[in-house]
């Protein structure tokens, strides 16, 4: 019943921008902590960024800080992530997550996941 959709991945050139959406179903996402991860072949998944409750508390890994922007709309109960001036080392597929109360934020212990968007940076 509970489900994590992400949209906005694609090709795009470096330097250029995307728009990442993540939709969640099911209940209400309001009080949890939602965060983006990304992972590319052969590597490990990494954490991108975080959003708390309400918005109050933001984090971003230090790669990305400065080029991506986390937001949310409650009312909609969806997630953002906008990403400009865009590297090839950007290419993974990204994966949306939540919790309630997750025991680390930048850790990839959620409780909920999404099936990720394939992100593509040519040079």
């Known amino acids: 019943q509970v489900q994590l959709v992400e949209s906005g991945g694609g090709l795009v050139q470096a330097g250029g921008s995307l728009r990442l959406s993540c939709a969640a179903s099911g209940r209400s996402f309001s009080t949890y902590t939602m965060a983006w991860f990304r992972q590319a072949p052969g590597k490990e998944r990494e954490f991108v960024a975080a959003?708390?409750?309400?918005?109050?508390?933001?984090y971003y890994a230090d790669s990305v800080k400065g080029r991506f922007t986390i937001s949310r709309d409650d009312a909609e109960n969806t997630v953002y992530l906008q990403m400009n001036s865009l590297k090839p080392e950007d290419t993974a597929v990204y994966s949306c997550?939540?919790?309630?109360?997750?025991?680390?934020?930048?850790?990839?212990?959620?409780?909920?996941w999404g099936q990720g968007t394939q992100v593509t940076v040519s040079s």
């Open positions: 959003i708390t409750w309400s918005g109050d508390h933001i």
């Open positions: 997550a939540a919790d309630l109360d997750p025991p680390a934020i930048t850790t990839t212990d959620y409780d909920y």
